[in-house]
């Protein structure tokens, strides 16, 4: 599933993590947990929708979870375009993990952590393995930038882990070398543009200073 077929006709697709939540800043592994926004995260979207606005989106798509709901509402403000939302883009589900720390997941699934931490593939708290949240969001995003006209614009609203592996499958890497994409802090994204040859990757976590990575992807 590399993007394109034929010469390319320009598109971009921009992904964009949500914003801050209490969670991260506890580092608590969200999963699937529908989690709001802080103050400070909806301080981050406002911020951010307004550099991304700037790219003239002509499509909007999100994660139905309140915290990437809340992101993209932003940009729509700032758009006028209609968020449409899809399960299909929520985060990893964790299981088990979820609502713990990563110094309590270490305690309680000290080896299923270390493997994770290794780059095996693992079913985090009898979760989804990468390879199948990209399964299912990854033809979510690629449906919709389908429909942009050449030269257009995709903003995809969704998680840290899900965009990493999006990125990875739209640009037909190994699942094994997925973890050489690093994560993304929180409001900022990464953008995809079309080539004759497929889906190429022109920014990575960008949109402000540095900042560290606080989430279920750090």
Known sequence: MNGTRGGGR?????LWRHGQTAW?????FQGTTDIELTETGVAQARRAARLLAAMKPDAVIASDLRRAAGTAA?????????????????????????GLTHEEISERFGEQYAAWKRGEPVRRGGGELETEVADRAAPVVLSHAERLPDGGTLVVVSHGGTIRTTIGRLLGLDPLSWEALGGLSNCCWS?????????????HNAGTLPEPVLGDDD
Do not use: F
């Open 10 to 14: 320009g598109r971009r697709i921009v």
């Open 24 to 28: 991260n800043v506890e580092r608590r």
């Open 74 to 98: 932003e940009l729509a403000v700032l758009t006028g375009l209609e968020v449409v939302s899809d399960p299909g883009l929520r985060e990893t589900y964790a299981g088990a993990w979820q």
């Open 191 to 203: 953008v995809l543009g079309e080539g004759a040859r497929g889906w190429r990757l022109l920014e």
